[in-house]
């Protein structure tokens, strides 16, 4: 697979067809073109989640992130054992994109805002 840098400019090509998809199908469910364009994600975010969803895919780990998420928005005990688990999973793809193209590094933090991780110091 050609680097993600050298792929950057087909990637966000995408993600402008997507995010312009996503906006038309708002639109047409009778929301304000201006209030759906604040809530969209950047191009770069998209481009960032693509890159994620590539890498679990070359780790052969798509399925299983793809359940753990699915089981952390439940309501059971373990919800949230697996949403700590698909955080610290995404947290470290994240960081992998961050350095396969740091031209992404802004969206891969914005990406990772909403990440609850263990910011303990180890030993703590």
Known sequence: MMPV??????LREDARIERDALLEQRGRMGEDPAESIETLPSVDVLV???VRDELLEE???????ALARLAS???GPDAVI???N???VEFELMREVA???PELTLAVWECTAGL???RRPAGA
Do not use: K, N
């Open 48 to 50: 960032v989640r693509a």
């Open 99 to 101: 350095r396969l193209c």
């Open 82 to 84: 697996h949403r700590r």
């Open 86 to 88: 698909a955080d610290r």
């Open 116 to 118: 609850e991780l263990d």
């Open 5 to 10: 840098q050298e792929r950057l400019p087909a």
């Open 59 to 65: 780790q052969g780990r798509l399925a299983e992130f």
């Open 73 to 75: 928005r439940g309501s």
